[in-house]
């Protein structure tokens, strides 16, 4: 039954997905990501253990209201994340959100490897508010940036085709992982997630290096040194793995099954999205700096 559910889900948000992609202009894009990301942040409040839904909402509010100043105090959405990124840094208010996200990604990781041992510093200082107000700005500006390349070329789906890549990689960790688990799996891989275990993980992530390699072509992608990009297809699954965990955590401290129940059989946006908002930023930020991005 929760199989079934899955899949009508699924099939139900493909023309969506579609849509988002590739017809709506940069604009309408960005906007309904705004919507998209007030939704995580109620899910990630609820995740932090912000009890009442009035502390919920406003803190989701200012998740949105951070991204809203920094999209004024920026420069024009087309040229995002910068107008010299990568050949100089110049800190304009997007490539400087990505790069704290990059750091704060690595917090994330450090939250699920010390999970095991119980120590749970990150409760403390309230790690999990912080990282969220900075996590999700950085998904919005890490996906605007994606969906603007090539745009004013004129390639208007060329964005959307590596959005897709993007979600096919994380997707192929996931997948791959689920089913390798299921018929090879015996090797628990960490307390945080007790069903996940090593041979799912080195499936996903095989099978998320398969894509990798196939997706070089129909993209137009300009990989001179292969080796260099099939390492960084490598990390971004693994930090696609910690993403997965890094909520798995959270909802193991908040005794909670999932994030939400907006998508019956899946469960809340950051369930689908969770592995999503480690990988955009680094993704953005590795493929332009080493110029495979063909435009």
Same mark, same amino acid.
């Given at each position: 039954?929760?199989?079934?559910?899955?899949?009508?889900?699924?099939?139900?948000?493909?023309?969506? #997905?579609?849509?988002? =992609?590739?017809? &709506?202009? /940069?604009?309408?894009?960005? /906007? *309904?990501?705004? =919507?998209?990301?007030?939704?995580?942040? &109620?899910?990630?409040?609820?995740?932090?253990?912000?009890?009442?839904?009035?502390?919920?909402?406003?803190?989701?509010?200012?998740?949105?209201?951070? *991204?809203?100043?920094?999209?004024?105090?920026?420069?024009?959405?087309?040229?995002?994340?910068?107008?010299?990124?990568?050949?100089?840094?110049?800190?304009?208010?997007?490539?400087?959100?990505?790069?704290?996200?990059?750091?704060?990604?690595?917090?994330? #990781?450090?939250?699920?490897?010390?999970?095991?041992?119980?120590?749970?510093?990150?409760?403390?200082?309230?790690?999990?508010?912080?990282?969220?107000?900075?996590?999700?700005?950085?998904?919005?500006? !890490?996906? #605007?940036? *994606?969906?603007?390349?090539?745009?004013?070329?004129?390639?208007?789906?060329?964005?959307?085709?590596?959005? &897709?890549?993007?979600?096919?990689?994380?997707?192929?960790?996931?997948?791959?992982?689920?089913?390798?688990?299921?018929?090879?799996?015996?090797?628990?891989?960490?307390?945080?997630?007790?069903?996940?275990?090593?041979?799912?993980?080195?499936?996903?992530?095989? /099978?998320?290096? =398969?894509?990798?390699?196939?997706?070089?072509?129909?993209?137009?992608?300009?990989?001179?040194?292969?080796?260099?990009? &099939?390492?960084?297809?490598?990390?971004?699954?693994?930090?696609?793995?910690?993403?997965?965990?890094?909520?798995?955590?959270?909802?193991?401290?908040?005794? #909670?099954?999932?994030?939400?129940?907006?998508?019956?059989?899946?469960?809340?946006?950051?369930?689908?999205?969770?592995?999503?908002?480690?990988?955009?930023?680094?993704?953005?930020?590795?493929?332009?700096?080493?110029?495979?991005?063909? !435009?």
């Amino acid at each position: 039954m929760m199989l079934k559910k899955r899949i009508i889900t699924a099939l139900l948000l493909l023309p969506a #997905v579609f849509l988002l =992609l590739f017809k &709506l202009e /940069l604009e309408r894009f960005s /906007l *309904i990501l705004v =919507l998209l990301v007030y939704g995580m942040a &109620l899910e990630w409040a609820k995740l932090s253990m912000i009890g009442k839904p009035i502390q919920r909402s406003l803190y989701a509010l200012l998740v949105i209201g951070i *991204i809203l100043v920094l999209w004024q105090l920026s420069i024009p959405i087309e040229f995002w994340p910068s107008l010299t990124w990568p050949n100089y840094l110049d800190f304009e208010w997007p490539i400087s959100v990505l790069l704290i996200a990059s750091f704060m990604i690595f917090v994330a #990781v450090a939250i699920v490897a010390s999970f095991s041992k119980n120590n749970q510093w990150w409760q403390v200082f309230a790690m999990r508010e912080l990282l969220g107000l900075i996590l999700l700005p950085a998904f919005f500006f !890490a996906f #605007v940036s *994606i969906r603007n390349m090539g745009y004013q070329l004129g390639d208007f789906y060329y964005g959307g085709k590596l959005l &897709l890549f993007m979600l096919l990689l994380i997707w192929a960790a996931d997948t791959g992982a689920f089913v390798t688990g299921k018929l090879f799996g015996k090797t628990k891989l960490t307390k945080v997630s007790p069903n996940k275990t090593w041979e799912g993980v080195l499936g996903g992530i095989s /099978l998320s290096l =398969l894509i990798g390699w196939f997706g070089i072509e129909p993209l137009h992608l300009k990989v001179d040194h292969k080796g260099i990009y &099939l390492a960084t297809i490598l990390f971004l699954a693994i930090i696609s793995v910690y993403g997965d965990l890094f909520e798995s955590a959270l909802k193991r401290v908040a005794k #909670v099954k999932d994030s939400g129940n907006l998508l019956p059989g899946h469960g809340g946006l950051l369930d689908r999205l969770d592995s999503t908002i480690t990988v955009a930023p680094l993704f953005y930020l590795s493929f332009s700096y080493f110029g495979w991005f063909n !435009a």
